[in-house]
């Protein structure tokens, strides 16, 4: 039986299309694995189907409650990396990873690493970009930004593989990435 692996650095209770993917890649025939945050309860199509196995991440500490708030991120990234890292070695190997973003960082270099190390084909579910989300927080100039904006194109290429929400967002990716 094919095994995915869908991630989504989210609440997985609080994503439905997120839910949606792992349902449908079930019903398909997919043994599923879902990675994600606790918090709402997931759809009982997801919880009650023996093809699906749902992995939790820990949460993430605050390190914005001690830390200045570019060494907060820089432990959040590492804490994240590591974890899903661990996360995605503790299960069988997959035949596919399937992620949702935002957020890419570091999600996408996480799981391309994965992917390559045990030559899983690697998806993104494309919803927007976490670089122009961070720009309405951080301005357009700041230096996270520009380096979010980097990464979501180095790693969104590496992809086998992009599905968007929208077909504008397919455009985009398109004349922005060269990302088909």
């Known amino acids: 039986m094919t095994k995915v692996t869908v991630v989504g650095l989210s609440d997985v209770g609080r994503s439905p299309r997120f839910q949606y993917h792992c349902i449908s ?8 694995n879902v990675i994600g945050y606790k918090g709402a309860k997931p759809k009982k199509q ?12 820990p949460t993430v500490p605050e390190f914005n409650k001690y830390l200045p708030r570019l060494l907060a991120y820089f432990f959040k ?5 590591l974890t899903l890292l661990w996360a995605l070695v503790l299960k069988r190997r ?11 960082i570091p999600v996408f270099a996480v799981v391309w690493f994965y992917s390559v190390l045990v030559r899983a084909k690697f998806v993104i579910d494309w919803h ?20 979010s904006y980097w990464f979501e194109c180095y790693f969104g290429r590496k992809a086998h ?3 968007c929400v929208t ?14």
């Open 46 to 57: 997801l919880t009650g189907d023996p093809n699906v196995s749902i992995s939790y991440l």
């Open 161 to 163: 593989g992009n599905i």
């Open 128 to 147: 927007n970009y976490a670089y122009s989300i961070m720009a309405l927080t951080l301005g357009k100039q700041s230096v996270l930004v520009k380096m």
């Open 167 to 180: 077909k504008a967002m397919s455009l985009d990716l398109m004349t922005r990435w060269a990302i088909v």
């Open 25 to 32: 890649l079930a019903q398909e025939g997919f043994r599923v």
């Open 94 to 104: 997959s035949d596919f990873v399937f992620v949702q973003t935002p957020p890419a």
């Open 77 to 81: 990234v590492l804490w994240q990396s």
